[in-house]
């Protein structure tokens, strides 16, 4: 059975892009181009294995908001996300020192920087499944 990925990102040209990547390693990807139509989808009872946001659409900080709304929902609270974002390059923020997440202000798994490696972007995905399918198990 294909894993499913819900892709949230407002670029088509990166989602069209990430999207190949992903079911060229076998995985079912949905995309949306925002956090409103990413729930549409999610309200028509989707349930990924994995969701992967960016920070800013439609410009604001739609995936924060996202991120912060899905997990207090029972039926998605445990479905790892990676955060996906070029914020640092396109605001010209050097990188940080530290992991951003935090299990309030910014409730996601992973947090990469765009441009990403595709062998990184299916680790980190590879590794966010295993631990989900661990912990259930």
Do not use: C, N, W
Not at 10 to 27: P, S
Not at 61 to 77: H, L, M, P, S
């Amino acid at each position: 059975m294909k894993r499913k990925i819900l892709f949230i990102d407002d670029d088509r040209d990166f989602v069209a892009m990430v999207k190949l990547i992903l079911e060229t390693k076998g995985f079912d990807v949905v995309t949306a181009g925002s956090g409103e139509e990413a729930f549409k989808i999610l309200d028509g009872k989707y349930l990924p294995d994995a969701m992967i946001l960016d920070v800013m659409m439609a410009g604001r900080a739609d995936g924060i908001i996202f991120a912060r709304r899905i997990r207090k929902q029972d039926a998605y609270r445990d479905v790892p996300i990676l955060m996906l974002t070029g914020m640092r390059q396109a605001t010209g923020f050097g990188p940080m020192k530290a992991d951003p997440t935090d299990p309030v202000f910014l409730p996601v798994d992973v947090f990469l920087e765009k441009p990403v490696l595709p062998e990184t972007l299916l680790s980190k995905i590879e590794g966010m499944l295993a631990a989900k399918t661990h912990q259930a198990g």
